[in-house]
């Protein structure tokens, strides 16, 4: 792991504070109100969220013991409490505003549909009706590979509602990456779609299943099917089936089933720097109240506010801020299908004109592709319901931050960069927008009951702008429980590259960061090998197996590259089995060869022939030399441990 250093990062000087209308209607108003809240958690952060979880949540019965960290780096929060996240997101909403849009969707092609709770309601019971039907019980794994329509959120709704354990696979990856997530959960079931509207294409679905299940490694025996874009599609007799003939043989009754708080909510998989993708295990209590928590503060839902998080149920950020954030605040949550594209680039801000969106929520990489798209777009459309922004997934360049802050917020609307992880559940560094000036390109302060920090491998606090690892020093009640069936992984990933303090053990999120003279984070990325592609976590690791396991390749180095669109571009430095050649022709057919294995956001960029690959004595890959040659910079730093100066020589020319 390299030291992260502070070099690269500029000097940002503009500060941006809330107007005084914003903070006067804001849940925490101002700075002092906001260090209050601050300080009093942190002086005890059990009770701080024990208080929340009180108030916030329903509970069926209630807790024995708010956190037991007695076998740390497993926490249990809420220990023998009882709840149910579908309960807190549907039914204790019906009363007072049964009436109210629950999912505003928008389809690709301009069709929409709009739940109300009641409605939500309905279709989650009568689907977790179907899920039972199929013999789904509570604890099972079940896969959902879906486009953004409302039968996602359905699906994972269904599934809390039950005690299922859902594990969504983003609807880009390939057969073979949802291969690898069912195999490694032990799905049995499978809830998919015919296809899905992106780029004026459908993007067929259904096939990759079946390629999915082909070879008999899964455990799936039953695949039920929504059908959105109603293509022909292959049905196999007696495993699948189509999601309305089901719905039609079932009761809408379906009590919400009383949970411990502990039990397994969902597994979603993220990549590390070695080995397969992790499954990220969240549970239901914890999860439930630090995505309600974060949600209702940091986007400052009001009762009329229409909030799009632009993100797919894929990610977690759909999980906490598309479904269960929003309405577990009883918010109303657009859901739009589609991606900006030739045919109409200015397709998000229809959205927000059609549907009068009030907070909007997207990542860095979008924010650049609309700036290249051109002002015109945004220009040309009513944005004045906006009144918050929101930004996710990767570092914003402060120019980025300014675009969106004049061109799309109009200089009215604070902008929350908001800093977390799939592991982490919610935000966790973030302004609250009331209370906390921005600076552009900072996520600024960590949210109440979050004890963030930048330390250096000891676990000490580094002093203000030097660089080091961003890192917790307290559980908190939103953070994943373990690696799905791999105890000693989790440990190993995310609790032993800091040493202990004192005994207290602190979470290591991987990312380098450092905090400035006012204690504002700045996040400089990633310090493992984990390349961020337009705000998608890609492990080398896996890229370079995939390379590998075409016959072409001996070995392979996969790096990241500056990108001003997408963040970081992949580059990959490939050394050939002795029968092939390099050429244009093999060149492109890795490329495919990668997007087949894992799915497009997995394209090499680039792809570079290489004679040898630079190696230490022991044989690891000298990425740190590999990540300058792509970059084109000079090949700087000790160079010492490298096994044979002459490879490093013939990558340079
Ligand atoms: C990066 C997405 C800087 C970071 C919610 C982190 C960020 C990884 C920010 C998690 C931000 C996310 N500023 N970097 N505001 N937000 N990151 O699991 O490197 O897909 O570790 O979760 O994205 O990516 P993940």
Redesign the pocket.
């Known amino acids: 792991m390299s030291q992260p250093t502070i070099e690269s990062i500029l000097q940002e000087n503009r500060t941006f504070a809330p107007s005084a209308e914003f903070s006067a209607q804001a849940a925490v108003k101002s700075f002092d109100e906001y260090k209050a809240l601050y300080d009093r958690a942190a002086a005890d952060p059990v009770a701080f969220w024990e208080a929340l979880a009180k108030t916030e949540l329903h509970w069926f019965k209630p807790w024995t013991q708010a956190l037991d960290w007695s076998n740390p780096p497993f926490a249990k929060w809420f220990v023998n409490g009882k709840t149910n996240l579908s309960y807190n997101c549907l039914d204790r909403h019906l009363e007072s505003q049964g009436d109210k849009p629950a999912i505003i969707w928008e389809g690709e092609p301009g069709d929409s549909v709009t739940l109300t709770y009641r409605e939500l309601h309905q279709q989650v019971c009568q689907f977790a009706n179907v899920l039972k039907k199929m013999g789904v019980q509570k604890g099972d794994r079940v896969g959902i590979y879906m486009p953004m329509i409302p039968e996602a959120a359905v699906a994972m709704l269904a599934c809390a509602r039950i005690g299922a354990v859902h594990g969504v696979v983003f609807g880009g990856f390939s057969a073979e990456a949802l291969r690898d997530r069912l195999v490694d959960a032990a799905a049995k079931v499978v809830i998919t779609a015919d296809g899905g509207w992106r780029k004026d294409a459908i993007v067929p679905l259904k096939p990759a299943v079946d390629a999915a299940i082909a070879n008999g490694q899964t455990q799936v025996t039953t695949v039920i099917v929504a059908k959105r874009t109603a293509q022909e599609v292959t049905m196999v007799e007696g495993r699948d089936h189509w999601w309305h003939d089901l719905a039609a043989t079932v009761n809408s009754d379906c009590p919400a089933a009383e949970l411990d708080a502990e039990d397994n909510l969902f597994v979603l998989y993220?990549s590390g720097s070695t080995g397969k993708p992790k499954g990220v295990v969240h549970t239901t209590g914890g999860y439930n109240l630090y995505a309600h928590m974060t949600c209702k503060w940091i986007f400052d839902l009001q009762a009329n506010d229409v909030f799009w998080c632009t993100a797919d149920v894929g990610?977690?950020?759909g999980h906490s801020y598309v479904v269960y954030g929003p309405l577990s605040n009883g918010a109303t949550s657009v859901m739009y299908e589609g991606a900006p594209r030739p045919s109409n680039p200015g397709a998000f801000w229809d959205v927000i004109d059609k549907h009068k969106v009030s907070i909007f929520y997207t990542a860095p990489t979008a924010i650049r592709a609309f700036i290249k798209m051109g002002d015109d777009h945004p220009k040309s459309r009513d944005l004045s319901s906006l009144r918050l922004l929101g930004?996710?997934?990767?570092?914003?360049n402060p120019e980025a931050w300014m675009w969106y802050h004049t061109v799309i917020g109009k200089e009215r609307c604070p902008i929350v960069?908001?800093?977390?992880?799939?592991?982490t559940g919610g935000i966790m560094?973030t302004p609250l927008p009331g209370a906390i000036p921005t600076k552009p390109g900072s996520?600024t302060l960590p949210f109440p009951g979050i004890l963030a920090d930048v330390v250096d491998m000891d676990g000490n606090s580094v002093p203000a702008n030097e660089g080091g690892y961003l890192a917790v020093r307290h559980p908190w009640p939103g953070m994943m429980r373990t690696v799905y069936g791999d105890d000693d992984r989790f440990r190993k990933t995310y609790w032993e590259h800091i040493a202990p303090v004192d005994g207290k053990y602190l979470y290591f999120?991987?990312?380098g960061a450092r905090r400035d003279e006012d204690g504002y984070f700045w996040?400089m990325?990633?310090v493992d090998d984990?390349i961020?592609v337009a705000?998608?976590?890609l492990g080398t690791m896996e890229i370079e197996s995939a390379l590998v396991s075409h016959p072409a390749v001996a070995e392979a180095a996969v790096v990241g590259k500056p990108d001003d669109l997408k963040g970081e571009e992949i580059v990959a430095f490939v050394t050939l089995e002795g029968t092939y050649t390099a050429s244009d022709e093999l060149m492109k057919e890795l490329k495919k060869h990668v997007v087949g294995e894992i799915g497009a956001i997995a394209r090499p960029g680039e792809i570079r022939f290489a004679d040898a690959l630079p190696k230490t004595r022991s044989g690891k890959i000298m990425r740190r030399l590999l990540r300058a040659l792509a970059a084109g910079q000079e090949v700087s730093g000790d160079t010492s441990t490298l096994e044979d100066m002459s490879v490093l020589e013939k990558l340079r020319g």
């Open positions: 993220t990610w977690i950020t930004t996710v997934g990767e570092p914003i960069d908001t800093w977390w992880q799939t592991e560094i996520a999120a991987g990312d996040v990325g990633r984990v961020n705000g998608h976590r």
